[in-house]
């Protein structure tokens, strides 16, 4: 089938509810267009079906294969299944000469099966899978005819980043692409964590960042061109906007899976419940102290705040006729800081241009109230005003810690 019959045919799919074009033709002040696009938004969004496909095309009609990646070595079967949902689509496209995709010694073929010979036969070549956590290995290789790469769950909450894994991908497509502008990565992801080494070392703002919001980075390489102008890849960060066509009365009534989830909301994943309060409850009582937060881009207020022991329950009973507790607790409230500290305020910080006798690089014990931050933080005191901003607090509190 024709690549133009073929995606109009998918265009009614299910699945097609995202076009790749609407991220790929966004140009920076140069006219250039993306090299490198980290596509994020709520599951069951179509990123991946609508960015494989595309890539499953342009190596059948055109010759440009596909370097599927993962963080780790998958088993065959594994790979396997990630094509499994485009069969249809491959059968389509190859007018039945193909109708799955199979790996071995991990290169990619289009493959079908073969009912005479009851085997699975090898068609085409696809392309090559890639562990990320092995990408010192192909730094001495070349792949010339690689012209797409495909970088699956990016985000994760259920394995650690690799070591420097932002460089390690950059290494990888610098191989691969040999600075080739044909050639481009694409990175798909749920909302999970905001918090993560792309944030860091690319400049993607996933933190303030709002559904159909498009951000650019130019990550430059040093080295120049014929010009004398530096090199650089341009990425391209697009949140996708939200196509639930849930009502807002469902989407109250399934505001717990949709929490846990991010499928009905198009928001980020909160994968550990915290306790959480609205923050005009907490400004009743008495702020004793506050301290700073800050991680590259993302920046949190710490307020010790000294509350009734049974905070709590008047927090979840406030329309009843609740009685505060006269013995006192402290409690350290959570919330984002979008202005600069006031000049003397305790700041934790991985900036060495904020140090001062106030700033350390790092969560450091060096006053008393850094004692009594870690003492709230390990008898479960902290309060957040939501519950995202307790996951991103956790992470950001966690890299301070190491941070030396």
Known sequence: MERAKLFKKYSKHPKHTYELKDTMSYT????????????????????????????????????????????????????????????????????????????????????????????????????????????????????????NLVFEEVLTNEEPFLPGEANKLYNLYSTISRSDPETKMYLISNLVSPSNPYSDA??????????????????????????????????????????????????????????????????????????????????QYNIEDTVIFEYD????????????????QLYEYQEEDYKPKEEKMYIGYIRKKTTEPFEGTRLYTNNPERLSPYATKGFKMVYKIDKVIDYLKYTGRLVGCT??????????????KLTK
């Open 28 to 147: 920076d002040d140069t006219g250039r267009h993306p090299d490198i696009a980290f596509i994020y938004s709520g599951r069951d969004r179509g990123k991946s079906f609508e960015i494989t496909t595309q890539c499953l095309a342009d190596a059948w009609y055109d010759d440009k294969q596909l370097a599927y990646i993962r963080r780790h070595e998958d088993t065959q079967q594994m790979i396997q299944e990630y094509f499994e949902d485009k069969h249809a689509f491959i059968s389509d496209m190859t007018d039945d000469s193909s109708d799955r995709i199979i790996v071995s010694r991990s290169i990619l073929y289009f493959a079908h099966y073969d009912q005479e010979t009851d085997k699975v036969v090898k068609d085409k070549e696809l392309g090559k899978f890639f562990a990320l956590s092995t990408a010192g290995r192909y730094k001495s290789l070349q792949y010339p005819k690689i012209k």
């Open 202 to 283: 690319w400049g993607i703002h996933f933190f303030n960042s709002k559904p159909g919001d498009v951000s650019l980075t130019k990550l430059y390489l040093g080295a120049y061109d014929e010009k004398g102008e530096e090199k650089y890849f341009l990425i391209a960060g697009h949140y996708l906007e939200n196509r639930n066509d849930l009502s807002k009365e469902d989407l109250k009534a399934n505001k717990r899976n949709r929490i846990r989830t991010g499928v009905a909301s198009n928001k980020w994943d909160e994968i550990n419940l915290y306790p959480v309060m609205d923050l005009n409850f907490i400004r």
């Open 297 to 312: 881009d993302l920046m949190f207020q710490l307020d010790i705040v000294e509350v009734p022991v049974n905070i709590k």
């Open 387 to 400: 519950n995202l901003i307790m996951n991103t607090f956790d992470e950001v509190f966690a890299k301070l």
